[in-house]
């Protein structure tokens, strides 16, 4: 639609030789921290990688929905349902900015979607698991939007103009996000034991895969040393998941609850909180597609996909209706 001619300018880019003088003049704006727009000359690897992490971070806000859309008419009060439905509706809100920064780069709304549908794609596993209780959304709010912010505020920076715009404004709603989480525990610790039980509960079931969202133990990362060099990541994997690790300790602690870790402890010469060894052989399996809900997920999201059809035909018969007349 309106980004047909970014879609020519991403064949006429591809023709382009990459010449030495071009990569250099490219890194060159890069490391003197100027935005590179849709329409600048770029390294086909560098249009390629933010396709790739744009959508799967799209892809990851629209499938990140189901958790916990699945307790929206379950909250305990009108109060909470609201503030979960509110938060639901900004998870939509963000797929669909993200998307729109993907498609800048000259991939269409249709592939990207086309990909999540088929299982090509990824998008992240944490929303492979369950949301097996109330405590569940809670611990969604403190740990994962927790994770997604330590991930995403250096993200307002990448070198990609129309990804890093798109993320001040996500960010914002994401600190929310996390915020509502963290009321919920306090909230939940606060009262009855049984309450307070399933606070525990939540975080032991949720700590692990949090960790896992930062992804791969540097060492293991095939893409970050490139991304780097592009600013496209400010941090490392490690980095960040120790700054996750540092803040949400304490908080578990304000909370009276135990991080499910017997290794956790604070390395007073470092100044940051130890702990074990995160089960990469769940990760990996997850990714595989063999998480608790992966299956789910996905044929959730291609049933709303077939049921939406009429929404999406209803939409462009009008856009045609509108675009004849304004023709006439
Ligand atoms: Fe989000
Ligand atoms: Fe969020």
């Known amino acids: 639609m309106y980004t047909q001619g970014l879609d020519q300018a991403g064949k006429d880019r591809r023709v382009a030789a990459e010449t030495e003088e071009l990569l250099n003049a490219f890194q060159k704006r890069v490391d003197a921290e100027e935005k590179i727009e849709a329409k600048d000359w770029m390294p086909e690897a560098y249009r390629r990688t933010l ?11 629209i499938i990140g929905m189901q958790p916990e859309g699945n307790w929206l008419t379950r909250a305990p009060s009108l109060k ?17 900015y993200l998307y729109s920064a993907a498609e800048t780069l000259g991939v269409s709304r249709d592939q990207m979607v086309a990909d999540l549908l088929s299982g090509k794609a990824k998008y992240s596993s944490i929303f492979n698991y369950p949301t097996l209780s109330w405590a569940d959304i809670g611990a969604i709010g403190w740990l994962v939007d927790g994770a997604a912010i330590m991930n995403q505020i250096p993200l307002c920076r990448c070198s990609y ?20 989480g963290f009321d919920i525990m306090h909230s939940l ?3 009855t034991a049984a309450q307070k039980a399933m606070a525990q509960d939540a975080l032991d079931r949720w700590w692990w895969p949090s960790l896992m969202m930062f992804g791969p133990n540097d060492s293991e990362s095939t893409h970050s040393a490139q991304s780097m060099a592009w600013k496209i990541k400010r941090f490392s994997n490690d980095e960040l998941r120790q700054k996750f690790v540092d803040v949400t300790v304490q908080q578990a602690d304000f909370l009276g609850l135990s991080v499910p870790d017997d290794e956790l402890r604070f390395d007073d ?6 702990f074990g060894e995160i089960n990469w052989q769940e990760l990996f399996d997850v990714i595989a597609g ?3 809900c992966n299956k789910q997920r996905l044929e959730k999201r291609q049933r709303a996909h077939t049921d939406g059809a009429w929404v999406r035909e209803a939409a462009q018969a009008y856009a045609s209706k509108q675009a004849a007349r304004a023709a006439a």
């Open 51 to 61: 396709i790739r992490q744009i959508s799967q971070h799209a892809h990851s806000e």
């Open 80 to 96: 909470r349902k609201a503030i979960l439905l509110a938060k639901v509706q900004d998870e939509a809100g963000h797929g669909l």
């Open 161 to 180: 103009g129309p990804y890093a715009r798109a993320m001040v404004r996500v960010c914002k709603e994401e600190s929310f996000h996390q915020r509502q």
């Open 189 to 191: 610790c606060l009262g």
């Open 269 to 274: 010469e470092t100044g940051h909180y130890q």
């Open 290 to 292: 063999n998480g608790p």
